[in-house]
Nanobody, 123 residues
């Protein structure tokens, strides 16, 4: 069992930056692939990016590539999402998720979820 708690959301102007954190608890949480997803009002939850457990390889959605960076500190059982050059269309509830095995982009493949944190980007 893995528990995930996000933090760091808030209100920021377009062009600004935010860093989200996802704290994981659980004996083997450091061995899981971890991902970020977001859901805007009236839209489906979409993949933002993910990071593998040991090698720390990352993969991003095209919409955030070059602006967002995912990292993880396994010693702290924490994953981060650094968001730069934010746009109003980045406004959403951001959730972290974890899964065993290989990195995937489908939300249906992730087993554990945090409660989400709101990110609002004003124009």
């Amino acid at each position: 069992q893995v528990q995930l708690v996000e933090s760091g959301g808030g209100l920021v102007q377009a062009g600004g930056s935010l860093r989200l954190s996802c704290a994981a608890s659980g004996r083997t949480s450091s061995t899981y692939v971890m991902g970020w997803f977001r859901q805007a009002p009236g839209k489906e939850r979409e993949f933002v990016g993910a990071i593998t457990s040991s090698a720390g390889n990352t993969y991003y959605a095209d919409s955030v590539k070059g602006r967002f960076t995912i990292s993880r500190d396994n010693a702290k059982n924490t994953m981060y999402l650094q968001m730069n050059s934010l746009k109003p269309e980045d406004t959403a509830v951001y959730s972290c998720a974890a899964k065993r095995g290989v990195l995937t982009t489908s939300r249906y493949n992730y087993d554990y979820w945090g409660q989400g944190t709101q990110v609002t980007v004003s124009s």
